[in-house]
């Protein structure tokens, strides 16, 4: 055989072969090679869509994020609008102002341990990444998905600078994307040493200071230059969370962060063992604050409330119910980020703010609690009086409220602590109208349904031992009878009573307290006065609840309306039937009851006494048909107090204020 022959040979053994394998291809090759062209076609499709619905946003954004960036100059950084609060005439109550020029430093003004310890602690490849740190973000998601919460920080403080001064506070998507936008940018005109200045004089460190040198000047009586490292470390640990490190009204958590900011400068090597441990031992003295005005407890209440109002704008959902203690963890975890954010906005945005409070009310309740409590003269290791009182008074045609008092005046110190909303305790029997007779009056049960007064087998005491038998319901709110509480609680259902605290949004109520105790105040994390006066109220307005607030609008620096509450929205709790009998009951209290040397001269009022065990706490919460009012005696650490109950010292203030603001008010009758 010639050699082309062999040739064609071999040609014809390779087309066979080739024949072969194409006959070899079956329906399944046939039909994966179909997946992979449609899924090629699906993967263009997305693009194309994602494209068309992101991919110009995002342009956008860039385009945006960069304008913002190329139009700053130094002074971005330390300019702010100064926030007016006012009260119910329009007279200035409160200023909020940044002034962070007064305080402000230059980098080389700011000592080494300061920054060290924000670099350790808040971002340890400041010096590294370029505007955004995907490694810091990769650890976030894994915290996130390992522990069900962000436990370690994904945003660089570059971002977080972006955040603060360029960008508004919407939570959206877009807000993230032009803040790493804006944060990349920022690396590129500013160097890390004047990035570095920016965060560190712009960042809030709780009580009012903004900047590392106001909050020195603050919470030490110096300048940050005359600090050591202990006290610096203690600084840098606030602004990740100003409300829980507080060092205030929270020095053990703050303490906590510290230590972990020394760990971290260690870890660093920035610092040595030797140095940390040393640190660590040193004992923090806060400097002393000096006693504001009555107004105090106004303007931390006030702030409070405009605060919450910006986060509803944000977008923010309140939440009071939880399936899970990991829930509202997250819950709780989201809430301190955003009220931190509001409140930096609040402070540095050039907002007026217009309130209900009214200062002649005002100086009435302060006078009634430090009138009444004048005698306990004992001090707490922190100097404040250790016996305190709060209370909360409501405006019923509006539901905002006009006073609130957080403690007792004090000449020499004063406590950041604003009892009023931030102290919640146990209510005692002042609970029974809300989670148990209310609810009770809208099924079955009636004034003068009869149930058996009586001790029996894992029920509570009534007070002092006493036992009546057949007794109605009316007779039994009347007296306070605690079996009666807890039986009838145990037919209207613990979760339908507790329903109720929700809708009123209730904020410590916890699984814990889905017991019978409820009935009897028992609850775990317990209420503050300013959530009682709102559960009375509701029931003054017919089951209507309106959430207790006293911001009645927010504006603008230039007059826009940005928040307007008049006419705010209720939400019908309970039924107007059963709202107007359960006044009417609470009405006999205060005549024939245990609030009965506590009624009015010349005006019809209604309310309820509530003593815990051991006298622990006292409370009296009453309404007539113009205001309600309630009050909390007791002390800050919790112990039992001689004579401490709802008719004594909660009583009075309550009786002393409600018969002054009265006072030149037409006769009115409840349910009219």
């Known amino acids: 055989m010639s050699e082309r022959e062999r040739e064609l040979h071999r040609r014809r053994r390779r087309r066979r072969k080739g024949k072969r394998r194409r006959r070899r291809m079956g329906a399944g090759d046939i039909l994966f090679a179909s997946f992979q062209v ?101 650890r976030a998601v894994v915290s996130l998905v390992r522990k069900q919460a962000i436990t370690q920080g994904g945003s660089t403080i570059t971002q977080q600078l972006s955040r603060n001064i360029f960008l508004s506070h919407t939570v959206r998507w877009e807000r993230k994307v032009e803040e790493i936008f804006i944060a990349m940018q920022l690396e590129k005109k500013y160097s890390k040493e004047q990035i570095l200045e920016y965060y560190i004089n712009n960042i809030y460190y709780s009580n009012g200071y903004y900047g590392i040198e106001a909050a020195s000047r603050g919470y030490f009586g110096k300048s940050v230059s005359e600090l050591d490292l202990s006290q610096i470390a203690l600084l840098c640990a606030i602004p990740n969370s100003p409300g829980r490190y507080d060092p205030r009204t929270n020095l053990s958590e703050t303490l906590k962060r510290r230590d972990r900011i020394l760990d971290e400068m260690e870890e660093d090597s920035v610092i040595d063992s030797a140095t940390c441990q040393s640190a660590k031992a040193e004992d923090i003295v806060l ?18 409330c405009a605060v919450k109002e910006l986060m509803k704008l944000q977008g923010f959902t309140f939440q009071y119910e939880f399936s899970s203690d990991a829930q509202r963890a997250t819950y709780d975890e989201e809430y301190a980020q955003v009220y931190e954010e509001c409140h930096n906005l609040l402070v540095t945005g050039g907002y007026r703010v217009y309130t209900s409070l009214n200062e002649q009310k005002q100086e009435v309740l302060q006078q009634a609690v430090d009138e009444t409590l004048i005698d306990f003269v004992n001090h707490g290791t922190d100097g ?31 406590s950041s602590l604003n009892r009023a909303y931030q102290s919640s305790r146990q209510p005692g029997s002042t609970i029974k109208p809300l989670v148990v007779y209310a609810p009770a009056l809208e099924g079955s049960y009636t004034a003068d349904t ?163 065990n051991d006298n622990k706490d006292g409370w009296f919460v009453g309404y007539t048909a113009y205001y309600t009012t309630a009050v909390w005696a007791g002390c800050d650490q919790v112990r039992a107090l001689n004579g401490l109950s709802g008719s004594s010292y909660p009583g009075t203030i309550w009786n002393q204020f409600m018969e002054t603001i009265h006072q030149g008010l037409e006769k009115k009758q409840l349910n009219d």
């Not at 250790?386 to 403690?407: K, P, S, Y």
Request: glycine letters at 10%; charged letters at 25%; one cysteine or more.
């Open 450 to 612: 009869v149930i058996d007064d009586h001790k029996f087998e894992g029920g509570p005491e009534n007070a002092g031992g006493v036992y009546y038998g057949n007794v109605t319901l009316r007779r039994a709110v009347e007296k306070s009878l605690n079996t009666v509480a807890w039986q009838v609680f145990e037919k209207v259902g613990v979760e339908n009573g507790l329903k109720r605290l929700y809708e009123m949004e209730f904020a410590k109520i916890v699984d814990a307290d889905k017991q019978l105790s409820t009935s009897l105040g028992g609850l775990t994390k317990g209420t503050n006065v300013v959530e009682m006066a709102s559960g009375y109220a509701t029931l003054a307005n017919e089951g209507q609840f309106r959430t207790p607030t006293c911001i009645v609008k927010i504006t603008d620096a230039f007059g826009n309306l940005l928040v307007d509450n008049t006419g705010a929205e209720t939400v019908q709790v309970y039924t107007g039937n059963a709202a107007r009998t359960m006044t009417d009951i609470l009405e006999g209290v205060m005549k024939s009851g245990t609030g009965s040397r506590l009624s009015l001269n010349d005006m019809p009022s209604a309310g309820k006494t509530g003593t815990t």
């Open 384 to 414: 404040v009086y250790a016996m305190q009182g709060a209370a909360a008074c409501i405006d019923n045609a509006t539901g905002e409220v006009v006073a609130v008092v957080g403690g007792r005046s004090q000449d020499d110190v004063t």
């Open 38 to 138: 449609f899924l090629g076609i699906l993967l263009i499709g997305c693009m194309v869509i994602f494209y068309q619905k992101f991919g110009v946003r995002i342009v956008e954004l860039y385009q945006e994020a960069k304008a913002k960036v190329e139009a700053s100059d130094e002074s971005v950084f330390w300019s702010s609008q100064t926030t007016l609060v006012y009260d119910d005439s329009d007279n200035v109550i409160q200023t909020l102002k940044g002034d962070k020029d007064v305080y402000y430093l230059k980098s080389a003004e700011i000592p080494d341990y300061v920054k060290q310890a924000f670099v350790s602690i808040e971002d340890k490849r400041f010096y590294k990444h370029k505007g955004f740190d995907m490694k810091a973000i990769f």
């Open 287 to 304: 400097a002393d604050t000096k006693t504001e005005n009555v107004s105090n407890y106004m303007q931390s209440f006030a702030t409070n």
